[in-house]
């Protein structure tokens, strides 16, 4: 009797890591189709019986989908009405999968412009706190990481976590409750640009030496230096990312005029 408890325990566990796995998948789609601008703010997705017969899902998996994007503020559920498409002022820019599956496609210039203006402001002002208020410990994690950096490359996934776990480092040791809070969707930025930038070719720069100027700041405990380091560091990944941008054919920017 107790095995076949534990089978059916195995069983439905399976079962729910399928369904975490479809719904999570179902979320990503619809989720890219919204932020490339393919289902525009106001419109009106298919109903759950519809959309879940057209995808061949389950209603209970496609309504948890739903559900994904609503916590996110991509979308909004309302009895008689559906699920409408939020405006982009109600997004969760910094959420982690957004900012996935923005990077997903091309992101528009303004779009790539606003994400750097968000970096310039927050990260030297989090390097500045980070050189008077950082633990050993805290530089000994942002030394590591630098370490990480340069053995692996930013051309490989490890080199990219350990960059991500720079800057997470430096917002951590800033101190600020707040500026803590932003570690994650910082991360996912940092991430996201790096690889983007060399999507089509390797990097034309070596960033590394840019990180260690911001290290070296802070292990000196000089604010000032760190400030400067950091916002030169994010803006030299501003133009890596920029000259990295596709270029606009000839025919493509006739049709636009």
Request: proline fraction near 4%.
């Amino acid at each position: 009797m107790s095995n076949k408890k534990s089978l059916a325990a195995r069983a439905n566990a399976k079962a729910r890591r399928k369904s975490l796995r479809l719904h999570g998948t179902i979320a990503r789609d619809l989720g890219v189709l919204i932020v490339s601008g393919r289902y525009k703010p106001g419109d009106i997705l298919n109903g759950e019986i519809d959309a879940s017969d057209r995808l061949q899902v389950s209603r209970t998996a496609y309504r948890e989908a739903v559900r994904i994007l609503a916590a996110k503020g991509l979308v909004e559920s309302r009895p008689k009405v559906g699920t409408r498409v939020s405006p982009q002022a109600r997004w969760h820019m910094l959420d982690p999968d957004v900012l996935s599956w923005i990077f997903e496609f091309e992101p528009d210039d303004t779009l790539l412009s606003n994400l750097f203006e968000l970096r310039k402001i927050v990260e030297p002002e989090a390097a500045a706190l980070a050189a008077m208020r950082r633990t050993d410990e805290e530089l000994e994690i942002m030394e590591k990481a630098l370490q990480g950096m340069a053995t692996h490359t930013l051309a490989s996934e490890a080199g990219r976590l350990a960059d991500q776990e720079f800057h997470s480092a430096m917002l951590r040791a800033s101190g600020n409750a707040f500026i803590v809070s932003l570690t994650s969707g910082v991360g996912a930025a940092v991430s996201w640009t790096t690889i983007y930038k060399q999507r089509q070719n390797p990097l034309r720069r070596d960033p590394i030496p840019d990180h260690q100027k911001v290290f070296e700041a802070v292990k000196a405990s000089d604010p000032k230096a760190a400030h400067a380091a950091m916002l030169n560091l994010v803006e030299l990944a501003q133009l890596d990312t920029t000259n990295s941008r596709k270029p606009r054919t000839k025919a493509a920017s006739s049709a636009r005029s």
